[in-house]
């Protein structure tokens, strides 16, 4: 599920909740508590605060602090495609037993 841009119905964009159902999908984990790295500010934020644009084909992934891409999502007829190229690293906490 995703959340719309707060005030902005319009907004061409959602917040990063919407990568957590197709990440975590493939991923097996819950990846709203996952942060990411920018490659272009080196800020770190948790994937909840990244931008998603979600109006084309797959969901594209910005920093809200440079908006530079951070990742980009794809969904093919057998694979999901996932490119961090804008991201320096993706951090997740490692589960509890």
Known sequence: MSTTNVGADDAPWVDGNALAGPLGE????DLTVAELTCAGCRA???L???R??????GLVARCPGCEDV???V???AGRVL?????????SLPVPTA
């Open 82 to 90: 996932v490119d961090l190229r804008g991201s320096l690293v993706l």
């Open 70 to 72: 951070v990742m980009r």
């Open 52 to 57: 998603v644009f979600d109006r084309a084909p």
């Open 44 to 46: 770190t934020r948790p």
């Open 74 to 76: 794809v969904r093919t």
């Open 48 to 50: 909840a605060a990244m």
């Open 26 to 29: 493939i991923m097996g984990t």
